[in-house]
């Protein structure tokens, strides 16, 4: 049994890295990467100091996705040997994990050094934001073993054009980081050596910011996202009317700050 944790949490500040941690088999969404992953960002979720997360990996991978062999094996605690119900456990947590990048109250940023292939690419494609070095690559492989990527485009295809979406899953090939920033899968591309600095410049940048007025922005981009138009001018409507009224927020301190041009003093969380 690996000793090493699956995912290594470091507090810097008021950011929280979050590094994948299992580079010799190329960083794999398995079932326990996924666990665990998810309880590292329920607790940033919940830490008053974590203003911004960051995900980020070990080794040349940052991740390959789900673990083909986990999902090809036979498990002894599952009913009658059922694979099916072992893929669709697999697949829930997947789905259960992307969802809870979107609602974390707190900016994640993906960090990406390597390639990002299948799940991984869909990891991704939930963060906020997301930064790669040249080197780095971004594929849905599915269709080249028979298994189309109808999952990873789930998130994939709410970032870029579907067109390009649909290309990346029907060839199966790899696209530059360069061209991924192209199609709006990622924000910036910088050299290798650039990327940790590059990232803590976007982080620090953000946690400089009201915490709260971040949390309610980001959740109801989300929501509003989805919608039809109208109902998504009456979400911004609320949430923008909530934020300037609401006592117990930043708005007032912000605004005065700017009108008497100072720095703001945030209350926090």
């Keep these: 049994m690996e000793k090493e944790p699956y995912v290594i949490s470091e507090n810097i500040g008021h950011i929280t890295w979050l590094t994948l941690n299992r580079p010799k088999q190329r960083n794999p969404l398995s079932n326990d990467m996924m666990l665990s992953l998810k309880e590292t960002l329920d607790n940033a979720a919940r830490s008053q100091e974590t203003r911004v997360v960051v995900i980020k990996a070990n080794g040349p991978v940052f991740s390959a996705g789900h673990s083909l062999?986990?999902?090809?094996?036979?498990?002894?605690?599952?009913?009658?040997?059922?694979?099916?119900?072992?893929?669709?456990?697999?697949?829930?947590?997947?789905?259960?994990?992307?969802?809870?990048?979107?609602?974390?109250?707190?900016?994640?940023?993906?960090?990406?050094?390597?390639?990002?292939?299948?799940?991984?690419?869909?990891?991704?494609?939930?963060?906020?934001?997301?930064?790669?070095?040249?080197?780095?690559?971004?594929?849905?492989?599915?269709?080249?073993?028979?298994?189309?990527?109808?999952?990873?485009?789930?998130?994939?295809?709410?970032?870029?054009?579907?067109?390009?979406?649909?290309?990346?899953?029907?060839?199966?090939?790899?696209?530059?980081?360069?061209?991924?920033?192209?199609?709006?899968?990622?924000?910036?591309?910088?050299?290798?050596?650039?990327?940790?600095?590059?990232?803590?410049?976007?982080?620090?940048?953000?946690?400089?910011?009201?915490?709260?007025?971040?949390?309610?922005g980001k959740s109801m981009f989300y929501q509003q996202i989805e919608v039809p138009i109208a109902d998504a001018f009456a979400l911004a409507n609320e949430t923008m009317l909530n934020n300037i009224m609401s006592k117990a927020g930043d708005a007032d301190e912000g605004i005065g700050a700017f009108l008497e041009k100072r720095a703001p003093n945030w209350k926090g969380l």
């Design 69 to 216: 062999k986990e999902m090809n094996a036979k498990r002894e605690d599952l009913p009658e040997n059922n694979r099916q119900q072992l893929i669709k456990m697999i697949l829930a947590n997947c789905s259960t994990l992307m969802r809870s990048i979107m609602s974390n109250p707190k900016p994640i940023i993906a960090s990406v050094q390597g390639p990002a292939t299948a799940a991984g690419c869909q990891l991704v494609s939930a963060c906020d934001l997301a930064i790669a070095t040249n080197e780095s690559s971004f594929c849905t492989p599915g269709v080249n073993i028979g298994v189309f990527c109808t999952t990873p485009l789930v998130g994939i295809a709410r970032n870029i054009h579907r067109k390009h979406a649909m290309e990346m899953a029907l060839t199966g090939d790899a696209i530059t980081a360069e061209k991924a920033e192209k199609y709006g899968l990622i924000n910036e591309v910088v050299n290798p050596e650039e990327l940790e600095s590059a990232t803590t410049t976007l982080a620090e940048k953000i946690a400089s910011r009201s915490a709260q007025t971040i949390a309610a």
